[in-house]
C-alpha cells in the first residue's frame, strides 16, 4: 500500500501550517461523528473511518478553499465529502465480499451485510447533516448531485460486468461519474466556503481521473504488496478497465475464474504496452488539470494543488 | 393489503382540491426522476417508487404546508421524503431478502443485491438533490437528521435481533428512530415551505409510532391477504415487536423457525390479549398527536391533519 505521507508533508510546506492544522480539525471531526451515533453504530462507522486513507478529498476541500476561507465551513465540508467517500467505500465492500480494505477487516467481513448497508446509509446522512451546518444550499447541490454521480457509476460497473464490448468512452463515463465527480466537488465546495465561484472543478475532475486510471492500471501491474490484492481483481470482478479495453486481447473474461488464470491475463496485457499507453494518458489528464488551474490563484494556493497532481501520478510510480 | 383509497379521499374533501393537484404533481415528479438517470437505474429506481404505496408521507408535507405555501417548493419537499424512504425500501428488501413489496418483485429479487443497494444509494442522493433547488438549508437539515435515525433505526433491530430481552423502552425507541422521525420531518418540511416555525413535529412523530405499532400488530393478527406475507414473519426474522413483548411468554425465537411455529406463536401472543394493548397503546398516541396539533390552525387544515391521524388507525381497523 502506498502511504500518502511525502506527497502530503510538500502538499504542506508549500502551503502552509494551516492545512496540518485543518487537517488535523477533519480527522477529529471524523472520530467525534460515529461516536456521537448509538452503539452499534458508532463502532462499525467509527472502524470504517478509521481505516483512514489518504484524505485525498478533503486536502482538496482544504487547499480548494485556501487560507482565508473560515475554518469551520471548511473543515465541515472536507469531513462531509470524506463521509460520502466513506459510504461509498462500505457498501462497495459488500458489492465485493470484501473482506480488507487497507489491511482492516471491513464491516462487511465482521458485522456482516446488513449492517454494512445500513452503516453506509447512516454515514451517508450525517454527511449532509454535516454539510447542513454550513448553511449554504449550493453546498448541498454540489455534494448531492456528485453522490447521484457515484451511485450511478456503481451502477454502471455493474451492469457493465463480464462485457467485453465495453469501449474507452464508456469507461470514461463510468469513471467520471464514479470517482472523478466527487473530486470535482471536493474542488467547489472548497472554493464556495472561500466565497469564490467555483473555478477549479474541472481541475479536480481530471485529476479524479487520472487518480483512477492509475489505481486500474495498478490492478494489472502489481505488484500485489502495493494493493495488498492479488493482480488482476478487477478482471475477475468482470470489471473491463482502460489496460484491457486497450491490450485489444480478443478474451472471454467469464474464462478467468482462477487467480493464476487473472495474473496470466494481466501479464497478457502488459506485454502488449497497455500499462504504459494508460499511464500516459492518466499523465496527459494531469497536465491538462494543471493546464486548467485558473491564473490568478494565489501562488502558494496553486503551488499546493499542483503538488497534489503531481501526487495522484507519484503514488502509482 | 390495505387501499390507501377511503382515508385519501376524505382527505380531500376535507383539505380541498388543492391537495389532489400537489399530490398529482408529486407522483409526476417521481416518475420524471429516475427517468432522468440512465438506464439500468432509471428501470429500477423507476420501479420501485412505482410500486407506490400510500404516499402518506407526502401527503403529510402537503397538509402540513397548507394551501397558501408555493406548490413548487412543497412538491419537492414531498417527493424528497418520498425518495429516502423509497431508498430505505430498497434496502431493506436486501436486508429480509424480500421477494416481493406491495405485490411487486423487488429490485433485490429481479435484479440482485448489488443492484439493490446501489439504486438506494441513488434515491437517497436524488432525495437531496431534489432538496437542495428549495433554496432553504433547514429543509437539508431536518431531513437529513431523519435520514440518520432512520439507518439507526435499522442497526438497532439488526443489532436486537433474537434478542428477548428488548423491552417496550427499548422497542419504541426503535420505532421512532425506525419510523416515526421521517413523519415528524415529512410535517416540519411541510411547514417550512410555508414559512411557518415547525410546530407539527409532535403531532407527526406520534402518528409515525402509531403507524408502526399498529404494522407490528397486523405481523401478528393477519389476515395474511391483508399484508401478503404470513402472519409472523417478523418473529421468524427474529424481530421482537411490542405484541411479543406484551405476552411476555418465555419463548426462544431462535426456536421459532418454520411459518408454521411463527403462525403457532402469533396465536399464542394473541390469546394473551397483547394484540388488544398493543392497539390501545397506538390509539392512546393517535389521541396524544391530535392533542398536539396547535390550536391556531387554519380549520380545514386541522380537519384534513385529523383524518390522516384516523386514517392511520382505520388502515388498520
Not at 82 to 111: F, I, K, M, N, Y
Not at 294 to 311: F, I, K, T
Request: with cysteine; proline share 4%; net charge negative.
Amino acid at each position: 500500500m502506498s502511504g500518502p505521507s511525502e506527497p502530503v508533508t510538500q502538499v504542506i510546506d508549500a502551503a502552509g501550517a494551516w492545512v496540518v492544522r485543518r487537517l488535523a480539525s477533519v480527522e477529529r471531526r471524523l472520530r467525534e461523528i460515529p461516536a456521537a451515533a448509538g452503539d452499534p453504530v458508532a463502532e462499525w462507522a467509527g472502524s470504517t473511518i478509521a481505516a483512514g486513507g489518504k484524505r485525498l478529498r478533503p486536502l482538496l476541500v482544504l487547499l480548494a478553499a485556501g487560507e482565508s476561507a473560515p475554518e469551520d465551513g471548511v473543515v465541515r465540508a472536507a469531513v462531509a465529502v470524506e463521509l460520502v467517500h466513506a459510504a461509498t467505500l462500505v457498501h462497495d465492500d459488500v458489492l465485493d465480499a470484501a473482506d480488507l480494505r487497507r489491511g482492516r477487516p471491513t464491516v462487511w467481513s465482521t458485522a456482516g451485510r446488513e449492517a454494512a448497508i445500513v452503516t453506509g446509509d447512516h454515514l451517508f446522512a450525517r454527511a449532509f447533516s454535516e454539510l447542513a451546518a454550513n448553511d449554504r444550499i449550493e453546498d448541498v447541490a454540489v455534494l448531492s448531485r456528485a453522490s447521484s454521480a457515484l451511485a450511478e457509476g456503481e451502477l454502471l460497473q455493474r451492469a457493465d460486468a463480464w462485457n467485453a464490448k465495453v469501449g474507452e468512452e464508456r469507461y470514461l463515463h463510468r469513471c467520471e461519474l464514479k470517482t472523478a465527480r466527487l473530486f470535482e466537488a471536493a474542488c467547489e465546495l472548497g472554493e464556495l466556503q472561500a466565497g469564490r465561484p467555483p473555478s477549479l472543478g474541472g481541475f479536480g475532475r481530471r485529476i479524479g481521473l487520472a487518480f483512477q486510471l492509475l489505481d486500474d492500471v495498478l490492478d494489472v501491474s502489481g505488484p500485489a504488496e502495493r494493493t495488498g490484492k492479488h493482480r488482476g481483481t478487477d478482471l475477475l470482478d468482470g470489471t473491463v478497465t482502460l489496460p484491457f479495453i486497450l491490450a485489444g486481447l480478443e478474451v472471454d473474461l467469464r474464462g478467468v475464474r482462477t487467480p493464476e488464470q487473472a495474473e496470466a491475463l494481466c501479464d497478457a496485457i502488459a506485454a502488449t504496452g497497455a500499462l504504459e499507453e494508460s499511464r500516459r494518458r492518466a499523465h496527459a489528464m494531469v497536465a491538462e488539470a494543471k493546464d486548467l488551474l485558473p491564473a490568478d490563484l494565489e501562488p502558494r494556493q496553486r503551488d499546493a494543488l499542483l503538488l497534489v497532481a503531481d501526487g495522484v501520478v507519484e503514488r502509482y510510480a
